[in-house]
Each structure stands twice: as structure tokens, then as C-alpha cells.
């Protein structure tokens, strides 16, 4: 005892023996999952395993049992990667998202589909909605809405002329630096990012470089890419664009708002099974008539069932006429929802279930 090193050495053997443990826990559940995708069937692809309604109720078992010292959103994110790769046994998923690697789209892929998925970094959000729908991808990641900024309208748009569905949903703690080739911010005569990011980080713009030129850019990834070929050159992106590119960072934690999150959808071809602990996304039509949008959300009100979020678009199937993107508590299996959503129907131009899917994870 009087050794300081042994104290050391006898803690480092008992995580040894812990890790044993564990990765020998791990093997065994990865021989579980392997067993539970032979009985789902032989030889089929991951989308054919993947079961999103049971990793979230996985997940929630994790956060239920969890006593510290890691929190919650640590432990989701071990477990996570635990279940990514024991999906990944057989081939794994293909997620398209906006790409290039480094946006916030993929820190969103990873979040939720673990670094065990195949990644497709596309072109445009456009370009996800058409790579799921031709099965290029299995499951797409696109930005909706963003705390401090409102609704991605691309985003809502592209339900309006495609069958995607929405099979999941993500919140990303969003965190903006500014990056450069020298890292100090006496050199920065340009700023390169998205419009949104640039949005989001005014009044640190303002306070601490009124004289620089903004410039918006299709990404935050692509600006980063710009800022490595100029001295005088910086850009706002995440963390993980500025490591992609190798750039130094001059500041970080750039955002306005401390609690800048940005929520994603995760989009389809299927709808999932009811997982505990749902929301379900509607597509309604309406006509321009007295009392329409009174018509459609009183149902809600006489079925005891929650609204979380109404927004309104041109429905582009004629002038004057609205579509609504309204999310819900529960799942569309639920009675509640089912005799809800046949009220609407009688006097709505349209409706459609966009998806019914796990609320977002910590
Ligand atoms: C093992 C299963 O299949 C897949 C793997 C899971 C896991 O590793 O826990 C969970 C759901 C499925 O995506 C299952 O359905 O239980």
C-alpha cells in the first residue's frame, strides 16, 4: 500500500477485467442479432433487419437504466454503435444524406444510424429524396427545422411531389466554428458558409468581425473546402468539417443561441410499426372554403390527441389551395388517430400519412 503505483495498477487490472467482460458480452449479443436476422429470413439485405421502432425501444431501456457517471445522450451513443454494428453483420445500410462528409447532415447520419452504415453523401436535398425513392439509398437524412430559423421549406416541399415516407427523426446540438488555413483571426478579410449558418452566428459576425465579407455557399463543408486555398479565407462549419479539411479553428461555440439545435428527418420507402413512444406526420390538402383549417384540426381536439407542430405551404396542385405538415403525439396504428384522421378525410381536399415513427432520442 505504501506503493503509490499499486492502488494504479490494481484499478488498471480491474478494467481490464471489465473489458474482458464486456467484449465478450458484446460478441454474445452479436451472435444474438445475427441469429434474429437468420429467423427474419435468409440471405436478405440490412433494410430487411433493420427495425427502427425496436432500436428506439432499446435505446429508451438504456436512458430507463441509466445511473451515471456517462449521461444519457453518451450512453445512447455507445449503445448506438453497439446495435450499428451488429446490424452491420450482414451489409450495411446505405444512408443518403447532404453531403459532402464533414455537414451537419452526416454528424445526423451517424447520430442516428452509428458509423457502421454506409454513408452517400449527395448533391442536394432533392438528390436524397430521389436516391432513396430509386432504392440507390435504403434510408435518407434531411434537415427540416432548425430551433433559432424555423422550417426548411426544400425539405417540406419535396413531400408534396414524392412518396417518401418519414421513418424516424433526429436532433443534432448544432455547434459552429470558424475555421482558416492559419487559425487567427486577424487574418480574416472573407467568410465563406450556408445561409443558415451565417444566420446563426450574426452577432458574433458583428461583434467580432463588422469590417469581413460573408459569403453564402451551398454548404458549410464546401466553404470549408474554399477556405484551404486562401490565407485571408475562413468558414463557418461544425467541428468535423474543419478536421475533414484540415483547417485550424479560430473560434468555436460561434452561435447566437446556446441551445441551436437542428431537427432532421429520417425519409423512406416503408412506414414502421408502433415503437411506445411515437409522432406521426400528416399531409393535408385543403380548399380555400369558410372554416377549412378549423374543419381539419378540430378532430385532434374531440380525439384527445396532441399537436406538436403546424405548418403551412402552396400546395402546388392549384392557386389558393394550402397544405398543412401536421405532427401529432402517437402512432397512426393508435384508435385515436385512426378515427381522427377518417374525421379529416371527410372534409379535407386530401390527406396523407407522411409517417408514424420514434420520437427523438436524447
Ligand atoms: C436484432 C434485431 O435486429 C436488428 C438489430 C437490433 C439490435 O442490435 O438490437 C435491433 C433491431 C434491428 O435493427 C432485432 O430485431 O431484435
Not at 65 to 84: C, H, K, T, W, Y
Not at 89 to 106: A, N, V, Y
Request: glycine share 8%; hydrophobic share 40%.
Amino acid at each position: 500500500m505504501n506503493d503509490p503505483k499499486t492502488p494504479l495498477s490494481e484499478m488498471r487490472e480491474r478494467i481490464d477485467s471489465i473489458d474482458r467482460q464486456i467484449q465478450q458480452l458484446i460478441s454474445e449479443r452479436a451472435n444474438h442479432a445475427r441469429t434474429v436476422a437468420k429467423v427474419k429470413g435468409e440471405g436478405l439485405s440490412a433494410i430487411d433487419y433493420y427495425r427502427p421502432e425496436r432500436e428506439a425501444h432499446v435505446l429508451r431501456m438504456v436512458v430507463d437504466r441509466n445511473q451515471g457517471p456517462l449521461s444519457d445522450a453518451e450512453m445512447v451513443r455507445l449503445f448506438r454503435e453497439i446495435m450499428s454494428s451488429c446490424l452491420a453483420q450482414e451489409d450495411p445500410l446505405k444512408i443518403g444524406f447532404l453531403g459532402p462528409e464533414g455537414t451537419f447532415s452526416e454528424q445526423a447520419v451517424r447520430k442516428h444510424f452509428g458509423h457502421a452504415a454506409y454513408g452517400l453523401p449527395l448533391g442536394s436535398i432533392e438528390e436524397v429524396f430521389q436516391e432513396v425513392a430509386a432504392g440507390h439509398a435504403d434510408f435518407g437524412v434531411v434537415p427540416v427545422e432548425n430551433s433559432g430559423q424555423g422550417m426548411i421549406q426544400v425539405t417540406l416541399d419535396m413531400f408534396l411531389t414524392s412518396d417518401a415516407t418519414i421513418c424516424g427523426e433526429i436532433e443534432l446540438r448544432v455547434h459552429q466554428c470558424l475555421h482558416s488555413r492559419s487559425g487567427r483571426l486577424e487574418d480574416v478579410r472573407r467568410i465563406y458558409a450556408h445561409a443558415q449558418s451565417l444566420q446563426q452566428c450574426k452577432t458574433w459576425l458583428r461583434i467580432n468581425l463588422p469590417e469581413v465579407e460573408c459569403i453564402a455557399v451551398s454548404s458549410n463543408a464546401e466553404a470549408a473546402r474554399l477556405a484551404l486555398h486562401a490565407d485571408d479565407v475562413a468558414a463557418i462549419a461544425g467541428e468535423s468539417a474543419g478536421k475533414v479539411y484540415r483547417l485550424k479553428t479560430v473560434a468555436q461555440g460561434i452561435e447566437d443561441r446556446a441551445d441551436n439545435t437542428t431537427r432532421f428527418l429520417v425519409i423512406g420507402r416503408t412506414l414502421f410499426p408502433p415503437s411506445g413512444n411515437d409522432r406521426t406526420s400528416l399531409l393535408v390538402t385543403v380548399n380555400d372554403k369558410p372554416g377549412a383549417l378549423y374543419d381539419v384540426l378540430s378532430p385532434f381536439a374531440k380525439h384527445g390527441i396532441s399537436l406538436n407542430r403546424i405548418e403551412s405551404r402552396p400546395a402546388h396542385t392549384g392557386k389558393w389551395q394550402y397544405a398543412f405538415f401536421i405532427d401529432v403525439s402517437g402512432h397512426i396504428d393508435d384508435d385515436a388517430l385512426q378515427a381522427a384522421v377518417h374525421d379529416i378525410g371527410e372534409s379535407a381536399a386530401s390527406i396523407r400519412v407522411l409517417g408514424s415513427y420514434p420520437v427523438a432520442l436524447p
